[in-house]
């Protein structure tokens, strides 16, 4: 009878080495890089359009909308978001689409993000 403290091995193959798992070390993954949504001032644009694209496209509270559009309307220029390349590209296109349909001259622009891992 086999002894209970001891740990009951595996049946052996006829081959004196042990056999283990092969582990692949993996490259680290690099975060994509992130790009600013910017939005341009112009004098044509009505405020309340600019507060809805906010709204529509970059999921903004009616109030950070309003404090963005502000932003863009003093300082000339406003962050929208920060996203990945694609991202802030679909988000361009949709807001010039959208200006476009409603015969506002809205300008958005993507420009990387200095901010986060560099190489």
């Given at each position: 009878m086999a002894d209970p403290k001891k740990p009951i091995q595996p049946p052996r193959t006829g081959n004196d080495e042990d056999t283990g798992v092969v582990l692949k070390t993996r490259e680290k993954t690099k975060k994509p890089a992130m790009y600013k949504v910017l939005m341009l001032n112009d004098d044509y644009t009505?405020?309340?359009?600019?507060?809805?694209?906010?709204?529509?496209?970059?999921?903004?509270?009616?109030?950070?909308?309003?404090?963005?559009?502000?932003?863009?309307?003093?300082?000339?220029?406003?962050?929208?978001g920060v996203f990945t390349y694609e991202v802030a590209e679909t988000k361009v296109a949709q807001t010039m689409d959208l200006a476009r349909q409603h015969q506002h001259p809205l300008q958005c622009t993507i420009e990387k993000d200095g901010d986060g891992d560099q190489d």
């Open positions: 009505p405020m309340e359009f600019v507060v809805h694209v906010l709204e529509r496209f970059f999921n903004k509270s009616h109030q950070q909308a309003t404090d963005i559009m502000l932003q863009v309307h003093q300082r000339g220029v406003g962050v929208c």
